[in-house]
């Protein structure tokens, strides 16, 4: 398979990404050489707001897309400095599909007009879930870069990105990646800010859902828990930094030292199927905060502790009885909470113990939370099977609620 290279933009929720991956082989020998990779976190921007500010999100992906464009071609030495005009067709064609996004119309024009027309075959953008502001700025910023370069569009669902971005691994070579063994069926988990759902995949592109979060997703929990405890979002590192902190304190106190900390309820653990619900474990800290009043540093790292040991009893609970449910070979968990150092050791520590005969794959720790390194890996595997392209002048739509199966 000749080499591919594909441009990748994600924009579903408060991170602007933009990478230049070089890709290669077929579904088993995939490699993917990460020739650029351009990220601006707004995370500490929406920290104000104590969660992400969809307008605000919109906003700032317009303002950072063409310099974060720049960065990953150059980056990648795929950018050709020149001096050139729009033709008065071109731009009245941009202006009318960056409508909304009058800044980024103008940054694209002077962007267009010193650069050339980069050698790559095309552009994978994030089409859905996410944020739909956020989505449509990253849709009309690829189906813009489609026209003047005249590329096909690959839209990608971002819960198959980070599915995709757990079965890859390092190699020897920097910042290449490729394709690791993957029994089929695969039972993806994808743990986000966004999501809490089971994927079933039989083969890359035939999914069918098999449970799913009711209300909150574990990313929300996390980032709501941390919230009731001082930490500013995005909360879930650090408070599953004071959580190690509850354990280890745990170790060395007798447990009295919990006096006045209840227990935190595993919400549907015992309720037979693979949906979640985590609403309650946030009720049921804030209740506790509210009840203590002022928390002590140490009641604090106790709280998180609990937390962090009931959502991954919930999460371990399900993961047996999904696998049971689907007969999987592969168990696959993507998202930003894949992260999470804590839910990882468990995961691990299953998998060595009570299923060695199957397959456990976590994401590499620059892989797991957004990135568009993720979306250009999908968008290639899509190629791979075929998928169908779009061309600038489909009306491709954003889509908040896009699933990964029919
Ligand atoms: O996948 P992601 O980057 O964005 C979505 O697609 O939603 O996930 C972001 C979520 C946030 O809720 C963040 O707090 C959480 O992932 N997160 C973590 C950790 N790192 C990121 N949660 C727990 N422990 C972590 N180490
Ligand atoms: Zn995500």
Redesign the pocket.
Known sequence: MRAMRILAIET????TAVALLETGGDVQTATFDIRGNALYSQAKKHAAFGGVYPSLAKREHAANLVPLLDGALNEAHLSIPTTQTLSEEQKEYLEKLLEREPELYSALVRFAEANDTPKIDAIAVTQGP?LEPALWVGVNFARSLAYLWNLPIIPVN?LEG?MIASVVEATEKEQMFAITEVPFPVLGLI?????TEFVLAESWGNYSSVGGTRDD????A??KV?RLLGIP?????G??KLAQEGRDLLKTKPVHHTKGLKQLPRPMAQSGDCDFSFSGIKTAVLYQVQALGDLTKEQRMLVAAEFEEAVSDVVLKKTRLALEQTNAKTFVV????S?????RKRLEKLFSEEYADLTLRLPDASL???NAVMIGMAGYFMHLRKAPTVDHSHELRASGTMKMHE
């Open positions: 579903s929720c408060d991170e996410g971002h980070h743990l986000s800010g966004g999501h997703s574990i990313g929300e996390f980032d941390a979002y995005p909360g879930g590192p408070l599953s993507g998202g930003g909470v992260a999470n150092t804590y839910i797991s939370t957004d």
